[in-house]
């Protein structure tokens, strides 16, 4: 499948801070996602883009479907302990597979 | 409750045996992959089913051996794995159409010795 590229690959903040992160691929895509997986579960859809240039918040989380389609970010305001985990971009042009980062692991000190 | 149900959660098996992974889906989706995940490395898609059918296969080595029996349910059959085999196991299940995201279980954790 098509390679993303996701960045950064780790973070270690203090609580309150802000988080961005995000994830680019050399082709386009028509659909970019955002999950988190904690310890021992399975990721966790956080939001969904469907269009160009599309920005959609979820509580403390806001994430943009870049314009020209091949990019995504996502931002995490006010950082908390329980933002612990590793969050991944997911991207599909069409078909059924996603294509997935390698993760950023996200690490929160209060 | 992730309205996807993998069992067992963790699996440790020799070379030479067969186990199968089991996963359910409570949320009236009508499509089901596994995805496998290995340190460092990004989910690996492996198999997707729609409506029943197998609709895509990607290279997946044949000790690994689908099967889907209805839309709730997905199996995964292992046989003579290698230690490489070792990962996370991830079914995931969406409702058909391709902008639907997927919704995954929490995984079958296998250790292969």
């Known amino acids: 499948g098509q390679q993303l590229n996701q960045s950064p690959q780790s973070m270690f903040i203090q609580e309150g801070e802000d988080v961005s992160m995000n994830c680019t691929s050399s082709?386009?895509?028509?659909?970019w996602l955002w999950y988190k997986q904690d310890p021992g579960e399975g990721p966790v859809l956080l939001i969904a883009?469907?269009?160009?240039?599309e920005l959609t918040s979820n509580g403390r989380l806001t994430a943009q479907f870049g314009i020209t389609r091949k990019d995504s970010f996502l931002n995490i305001s006010a950082s908390i302990p329980s933002d612990v985990g590793i969050y991944f971009c997911?991207?599909?042009?069409?078909?059924?597979?996603?294509?997935f980062g390698k993760g950023t692991s996200l690490l929160v000190t209060p | 409750e992730t309205g996807v149900t993998q069992t067992p959660r963790h699996l440790v098996m020799g070379m030479t045996n067969k186990k199968s992974l089991k996963c359910e889906q409570h949320l009236g989706h009508n499509a089901m992959y596994w995805y496998k995940q290995s340190a460092k490395k990004p989910l690996e898609l492996m198999f997707v089913?729609?409506?029943?059918?197998?609709?895509e296969n990607n290279s997946v080595p044949s000790r690994f051996s689908p099967e889907c029996p209805n839309s709730s349910h997905l199996f995964l059959h292992l046989h003579t794995l290698q230690p490489e085999d070792s990962a996370l196991y991830l079914c995931a299940s969406s409702q058909e159409g391709t902008d639907s995201p997927l919704h995954f279980g929490n995984g079958t954790r296998l250790t292969v010795t």
């Open positions: 883009l469907y269009k160009a240039g």
């Open positions: 997911a991207g599909r042009y069409s078909g059924y597979a996603l294509n």
């Open positions: 089913y729609s409506l029943e059918e197998r609709v």
């Open positions: 082709s386009i895509f028509n659909t």
